[in-house]
């Protein structure tokens, strides 16, 4: 099965436009796709300002910190993401996935197109990883964040926030396999009120020290970035916590659709974040201690308990948000042949993204609370995080600026100078984030490393398998004359036979009929692409090309965000009017046992042997496509690479 075909036609592709009102999926996106960058100011301010390493602030620092956390927002968020890259989308998907599926062939005339697309698979694949290393770290930061609130009621709570986040944690995770449909319908009314939360407190703070408002002038930023030497830049890596969510504003595109999410970020977030931000400030300003909790300092001491619950379940949203995100990236990485066919679940017959895959579910459960039990405090996962998601954001840039020419159809020095802004800034906050690499920035990029390393090997490992099963592929003509000369008999009922090849025979049927001496009276090749766009046209759905009587061979194409589902196309194949009987089927796959070649002249061994790995380990076929397990046949064979 070919997970790597072009799309056959334009047509092909069509978008799952989001249903519903406008305002009711910008209420929905509150509870997704906002909850990560919803909840940073629980700590962005407080750890700019630490940053800085002076006990005692100035207006000058506070005015120039709020300044940069405020343009941030307006640069990366609103203009880069909401104004610029919703405007690309796969067929209504978004991410740096579907946008490398989208680029990675190109367009016709403008020259180096392989070069292009080994470039856009690179850059692809290693923004992808670096979500996942900084998404194993959302959970902890953000549920310890909330929960650090508790020492600021009494400091008698101070022991027991750990093992509480660990609790939760592992309570979240748990979870999972249920799905999240029903508590879904909940997010998106409990963010409100967060939202609406932040910006009342943000008010309340602003309220005593109005000039702070002031910072709305980039002067103030730029002044203080550039005259505050190394220490100033270095607090870049500080302000890039407001912003760490906003990927996913791209990413999730596809659930919401552009205008919902744009509705929700202009009338509803943005405006409660840069309260917020201010608010803090302004207490800062009026003179408290920047090693207080600011966000929790808006709060007045009353309603901390009750600030202190809403905050842990918007960090849980998030968390929650970060999650499923996870399960529709690596989903997508498998249909588009990076990784290995893992077994995923519909958890809801209601919304395609509703989805649980337990190997990524359990794995970030481990990694997330040992992170948790190795940094212990918010503070301390701060300089583990934000150095994966600045990179990925650099890589969506040098992403963007293909798309401005060749999607758009953008002037190319428009293209240019917009992207190289993105990408000055981008650039700004990965260096300003690798001074951290000493202090735990590391762990993500080694996560990341580790899974596009993982990514790559079944990559080429699947070229290998494919180059070598090529080599044994027959002509049809020549196998059916064969069949003929030698009497080979043709036994009653259909039997279908999968294959990666779009022509030839395949060799699971050439091993059936040398050693059982029969073949079926009816046979159906089916051949199935996945092709890089997020969902396929029914109407382009199923091709089917007689080879010879009662011979045919059906190509199908699905997309990266579809299940492949076999029975039902055999089904609309005899609707088209092929004698099949859909009563007496029986379907031939073929499983691989890969093994090193001898001539030294295959993969490197380490390569083939973890290969190897994640092929055993890989969902069954019978599972990934769907087939009645009572009418599967499986015939296995080596394959030296």
């Not at 529709?328 to 395609?352: D, K, N, Y």
């Not at 579910?361 to 583990?384: H, P, Q």
């Not at 990514?455 to 592929?473: N, T």
């Not at 046979?523 to 089917?544: G, Q, T």
Request: glycine share 10%; aromatic share 10%; proline share 5%.
């Amino acid at each position: 099965m070919n997970i790597q075909g072009q799309v056959a036609a334009e047509p092909q592709g069509v978008a799952a436009a989001p249903q519903g009102h406008a305002k009711a999926m910008a209420l929905a996106a509150l509870g997704v796709v906002f909850g990560d960058i919803g909840t940073s100011p629980l700590y962005t301010l407080k750890i700019v300002l630490a940053a800085s390493g002076h006990q005692v602030v100035d207006r000058a620092m506070v005015l120039g910190s709020l300044s940069l956390i405020i343009w941030t927002l307006i640069i990366v968020t609103s203009v880069k993401y909401i104004a610029v890259a919703m405007r690309v989308d796969n067929h209504g998907e978004g991410g740096i996935m579907a946008l490398m599926a989208l680029l990675s062939g190109g367009r016709k005339g403008l020259g180096g197109r392989r070069q292009r697309r080994t470039f856009v698979v690179i850059v692809g694949l290693a923004g992808a990883a670096l979500i996942y290393g900084d998404g194993v770290i959302t959970p902890a930061i953000s549920v310890l964040s909330a929960l650090e609130g508790l020492a600021i009621k009494a400091h008698s709570f101070e022991p027991y926030i750990l093992p509480a986040t660990i609790v939760i944690l592992v309570l979240l995770f748990l979870v999972q396999p249920r799905g999240t449909a029903t508590i879904g319908r909940l997010f998106g009314p409990i963010m409100l009120v967060w939202f609406a939360t932040l910006g009342l407190l943000g008010i309340g703070g602003i309220w005593e020290n109005p000039d702070v408002l002031a910072a709305i002038n980039p002067a103030y930023g730029l002044y203080y970035l550039f005259e505050g030497g190394l220490a100033s830049f270095l607090i870049l890596g500080g302000v890039f916590l407001c912003v760490t969510g906003a990927e996913a504003l791209y990413t999730d595109m596809g659930h919401f659709g552009r205008r919902p999410i744009q509705m929700a970020w202009f009338f509803i977030v943005f405006p409660c974040l840069v309260l917020n931000y201010a608010g803090q400030a302004a207490l800062v300003l009026d003179g408290t201690a920047i090693a207080e909790n600011t966000f929790y300092a808006l709060c007045p001491r009353e309603l901390l308990i009750p600030l202190i619950v809403l905050a842990t379940i918007a960090t849980i949203v998030a968390s929650q948000a970060v999650i499923t995100g996870a399960f529709s990236m690596t989903r997508q990485a498998i249909q588009l042949g990076w990784l290995p066919r893992l077994h995923i679940t519909q958890t809801s017959a209601l919304g395609f993204g509703q989805i649980y895959i337990g190997v990524v579910n359990w794995t970030m459960m481990v990694v997330t609370i040992g992170l948790t039990l190795s940094f212990r405090e918010a503070d301390n996962l701060a300089a583990a995080y934000g150095i994966a998601v600045s990179a990925t954001m650099l890589m969506d840039s040098f992403l963007l600026y293909i798309a401005m020419r060749e999607y758009l159809g953008w002037d190319p020095r428009l293209s240019a100078l917009l992207a190289g802004c993105f990408i000055i800034v981008d650039c700004a906050f990965v260096i300003a984030n690798s001074a951290k690499m000493l202090d735990g920035a590391w762990v993500p990029l080694l996560l990341a490393a580790i899974i596009a390393g993982l990514m790559w090997v079944w990559h080429s490992g699947r070229r290998a398998v494919m180059a070598v099963l090529v080599s044994r592929y027959r002509p049809i003509h020549e196998f059916l004359a064969e069949l003929k000369e030698t009497g080979v008999p043709r036994v009653p009922g259909t039997a279908v036979f999968m294959t990666r090849s779009k022509k030839g025979v395949p060799p699971v049927m050439s091993w059936h009929v040398k050693h059982n001496r029969a073949l079926h009276e009816r046979v159906v090749v089916v051949h199935v692409s996945i092709e890089p766009v997020p969902f396929v046209n029914p109407e382009h759905r199923l091709h089917v090309e007689t080879e010879d009587d009662n011979f045919w061979r059906a190509m199908v194409y699905y997309g990266f965000m579809e299940r492949p589902d076999i029975p039902p196309i055999l089904e609309l194949v005899k609707e088209r009017g092929y004698d099949i009987n859909l009563d007496d089927v029986t379907y031939y796959i073929g499983r691989e046992t890969v093994v090193a070649r001898e001539d030294g002249k295959g993969l490197p061994r380490w390569q083939e042997n973890i290969f190897s790995i994640m092929e055993r380990n890989a969902a069954q076929v019978t599972d990934f496509f769907r087939l009645p397990v009572d009418r599967v046949v499986e015939i296995g064979r080596q394959v030296a690479i």
